[in-house]
Every structure is written in structure tokens, then in C-alpha cells.
């Protein structure tokens, strides 16, 4: 009798710290990014950052900083086309894709998306609305029964209807409406903001 009592605890505690190991999931900060090869530093009002001599976008600084205080992975959100560096034609390019409703390929393809539950995505207002990447990318995966939660940097415009936007793309998924937005004029003193908002979210590690 001891035997079997022994045997179906064991059991139990087998069980459970299996399941403990298979539910341990992460967190992934997926981000689209395009700098301006024509730009100067965000602090001065424009479109790109250089910290210690490093350029960066500034959707990618943010992505920076949570995953900094979260740990998650990060995920570049890259297309096989490229787009212009300079400003005028950047904006053009973007126009025209919005215009034709495209869907830019993209270069690469999230791994292991199981093993995620909460997902960060960021990116730029482009011309009022999210980039035609962005919607390559809703395209691609279905977030089903994941945390989205959206980082948005944009010029002064605001982020419009990005968010319902995503909850439409993504009905499946819990899309949160606590997005982090931040103009790009503060971009490059925003980490503290960045922080905080994640200890509101309770996603610092
Ligand atoms: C093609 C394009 C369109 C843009 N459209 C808008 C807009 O409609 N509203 C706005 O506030 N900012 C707009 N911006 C400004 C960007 O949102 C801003 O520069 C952002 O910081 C870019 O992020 P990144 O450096 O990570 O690419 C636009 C920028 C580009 C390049």
C-alpha cells in the first residue's frame, strides 16, 4: 500500500514540474525599423538616432530598451525589397505601397512562435497608419491566444487607429490598448518612460 502511495506522488510531482517546464513561455519584441541614411539625430527632431556613434531607428531604440528590462528576444521585421534612405523617396516608396494596398515579402520568419505568449510589436507611423510590412507581417501569423502589446513612435501625428487596426487583424488574440507611444523627438530620453510603463504592464523581469 505504501508502495502505490509512493508511487502516485511521485507521479504527481513528475507531472507537475514537467508542466511547469512546458508552460514556461517568453516574451518576443518584434519591431520594424527604417532610419534615414539622410537624417541627424532624433534629439534634434528627426528621423534616426546616432548614440555613441551607432546609427538606430527609432521603433529600434525602443525595442531596445524593452527588451532590456523584459529579457524577451527580439525579432527584426525586415523586407527583401529595400526602401529608399533618403527621406523624399522614403516617402514616396511608403505612399505608393499604402496607395496599392501591398504586401512586402519579408526577409525573415519568426522560429518557435509556440513557445511565445506575450509579443511586442513596434513600429512607425507611416503616412497615418502602420507600414504595408506590418500587415505582411498580421498576414503571415495567426496570434491566437497571445498578449500583443504595441510600442509606436511617430512624427507629431499621433498613431491614428494602428491598434484597432491589430485588434481587427488579430480577433483571436489579446491585443492590449496600453500601447507605449512616444514622438520621435523624445525618443532618445524615453527609456525611463519605457520602464515604467512595462512595471505598469508587469512585464519587468
Ligand atoms: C514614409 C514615412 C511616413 C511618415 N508618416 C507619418 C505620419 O503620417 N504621421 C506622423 O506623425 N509621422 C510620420 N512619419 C514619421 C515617423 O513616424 C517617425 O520618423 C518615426 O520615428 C520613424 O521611426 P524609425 O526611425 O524607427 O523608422 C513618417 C515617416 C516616414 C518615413
Known amino acids: 500500500m505504501k508502495k502505490i502511495v509512493f508511487a502516485a506522488i511521485a507521479f504527481c510531482v513528475m507531472t507537475v514540474s514537467a508542466q511547469s517546464q512546458t508552460s514556461a513561455k517568453k516574451i518576443l519584441v518584434a519591431y520594424f525599423t527604417m532610419p534615414e541614411s539622410g537624417g541627424v539625430d532624433a534629439v534634434a527632431g528627426a528621423s534616426r538616432l546616432v548614440i555613441g556613434g551607432k546609427v538606430s531607428g527609432n521603433v529600434e531604440f525602443v525595442a531596445n530598451c524593452i527588451q532590456k528590462a523584459t529579457g524577451g528576444d527580439m525579432f527584426a521585421i525586415g523586407t527583401i525589397q529595400t526602401y529608399p534612405g533618403e527621406h523624399q523617396p522614403l516617402l514616396e516608396a511608403a505612399q505608393h505601397e499604402q496607395k496599392t494596398n501591398a504586401r512586402p515579402r519579408l526577409a525573415a520568419h519568426i522560429t518557435g512562435l509556440q513557445n511565445y505568449d506575450t509579443i511586442f510589436i513596434g513600429y512607425p507611423i507611416w503616412w497615418y497608419d502602420m507600414p504595408m510590412p506590418l500587415y505582411s507581417f498580421f498576414d503571415e501569423y495567426n496570434f491566437a491566444g497571445k498578449r500583443i502589446i504595441s ?48 512595471r505598469g504592464l508587469g512585464m519587468v523581469r
Open 151 to 198: 510600442f509606436i513612435v511617430h512624427g507629431g501625428g499621433g498613431v491614428f487607429d494602428t491598434v484597432e487596426k491589430i485588434i481587427a487583424l488579430e480577433p483571436e488574440a489579446a491585443v492590449s490598448k496600453e500601447s507605449f507611444v512616444v514622438s520621435r523627438n523624445n525618443v532618445a530620453r524615453c527609456e525611463r518612460d519605457v520602464t515604467a510603463w512595462l
